[in-house]
């Protein structure tokens, strides 16, 4: 019969669903890349220790001399890997109905809404850095993110150096790099050009600039975004993205299930400044 279920193509739609989840939850991923990655699969517990390593200072000495020792100890970062997912439910009436890929849609379901838990678990982060700048009661200036990149540099944090805004505070900052579209008696610099061109702040004081909707607000409702080195922050993947499905006959149904195990933590607080910067336009 032409429109029974085989093996076949239940294997064709798991296929595709798996296929579209795993390339949506790569590209829709912005902080992740830009942070220390861990690969913990298939080793044994949900703990991750990562050393950190002290600075060690050099001095001047005197011909003949013996060197003192210098102590190299470590203090590690932990990090704890939990269980994220996302359920869809597709009906029989919704598959056979669409006239669209309805395997690869509910793959970008699935991983448009993994990558979103990644990026909002280590934004989450962003409001934990000790050091800061800008304000809750103003909008963020050209000159914080120079002043942020200065405090990385006195940190000794390094490089290469990111940022990650709400496109709110994006707007702000493009707004002040092409004084809002008027006419200047003065030229646009380079970025201030790109930034009025292309709506792309790109690099800016030393920093990569990324825009993200996870970048969320602190209780006096500020956005919180974040310039850092990757060695600020970490991910741990402990399982990669699964995708399994299960029928439900009396729904009529089938439900797909997309989980993955990660942790993420801090790992030198002064290698990230906090962002902070009114929360509206």
């Not at 912005?30 to 050393?51: D, F, K, S």
């Not at 598959?95 to 993994?114: F, M, P, T």
Request: aromatic share 6%; charged share 15%; hydrophobic share 45%.
């Amino acid at each position: 019969m032409s429109n029974e279920a085989t093996s076949t193509t239940l294997n064709d739609l798991y296929a595709n669903i798996v296929q579209a989840a795993l390339f949506t939850l790569s590209e829709n991923t912005v902080i992740r890349p830009l942070v220390r990655n861990y690969n913990m699969v298939g080793t044994p517990g949900l703990v991750a220790q990562i050393p950190k390593y002290a600075a060690i200072a050099a001095a001047g000495i005197a011909e003949g001399t013996d060197l003192a020792n210098t102590a190299f100890t470590t203090d590690p970062a932990t990090i704890t890997a939990t269980e994220n997912g996302v359920l869809v439910t597709l009906t029989d009436l919704a598959k056979e109905g669409s006239a669209e890929d309805v395997a690869a849609a509910v793959g970008r379901q699935i991983g448009d809404g993994l990558a979103k838990k990644v990026d909002q678990d280590l934004a989450g982060l962003f409001s934990g850095f000790s050091q800061t700048v800008g304000s809750g009661a103003a909008e963020l200036t050209v000159d914080d993110f120079f002043k942020a990149a200065a405090l990385l540099r006195n940190s000794q944090a390094p490089g290469n150096y990111v940022a990650v805004i709400h496109p709110y505070q994006a707007y702000q900052l493009k707004k002040q790099l092409t004084n809002a579209g008027a006419t200047m008696s003065h030229n646009l610099s380079e970025v201030g050009n790109t930034a009025l061109r292309d709506g792309f702040v790109g690099r800016l004081a030393g920093m990569d600039i990324f825009e993200s909707t996870v970048v969320t607000g602190d209780s006096a409702g500020a956005f919180v975004g974040a310039a850092m080195s990757s060695d600020a922050l970490a991910y741990m993947v402990k399982r990669d993205m699964r995708i399994e499905e299960q029928r439900d006959a009396s729904l009529r149904a089938t439900e797909i299930v997309g989980s993955m195990a990660y942790g993420v933590g801090e790992l030198f607080d002064l290698y990230g400044v906090g962002l902070i910067g009114d929360a509206q336009l």
